[in-house]
């Protein structure tokens, strides 16, 4: 069975950071691009950056700059490092898993950005 749970959301003030992590069972992780995705309230699911399995990386250009997407294959895990994070950051991020046509995601986790 594919599980992926995301942590380290919270509640972070403007210009903070957080780092956001997806631990994976059920999948042979090291084959597996691995995605972070975002949704605002009132709006569509976007992508906000992504780590090939080789380690090559994507991201939203919103975030670019601000975010660095890691991965660590001996522990099935997937990283988000936000900095400067700003109000418009906040959302619900959810972990996304694909292996061709297999595509799994995790429960997602609140990040909200206020003073």
């Known amino acids: 069975q594919v599980q992926l749970v995301e942590h380290g959301g919270g509640l972070v003030q403007p210009g903070g950071s957080l780092r956001l992590s997806c631990a994976t069972s059920?999948?042979?992780?090291?084959?597996?691009?691995m995605g972070w995705y975002r949704q605002a309230p009132g709006k569509q699911r976007e992508f906000v950056a992504d780590?090939?399995?080789?380690?090559?990386?994507y991201y939203a250009d919103s975030v670019k700059g601000r975010s660095t997407i890691s991965r660590d294959n001996a522990k099935n895990t997937v990283y988000l490092q936000m900095y400067s994070l700003k109000p418009e950051d906040t959302a619900v991020y959810y972990c996304?898993?694909?292996?061709?046509?297999?595509?799994?995601w995790g429960q997602g986790t609140q990040v909200t950005v206020s003073s």
């Open positions: 059920g999948i042979i992780f090291s084959n597996y691009a």
């Open positions: 996304k898993a694909v292996w061709g046509v297999s595509v799994s």
């Open positions: 780590i090939s399995s080789g380690g090559r990386t």
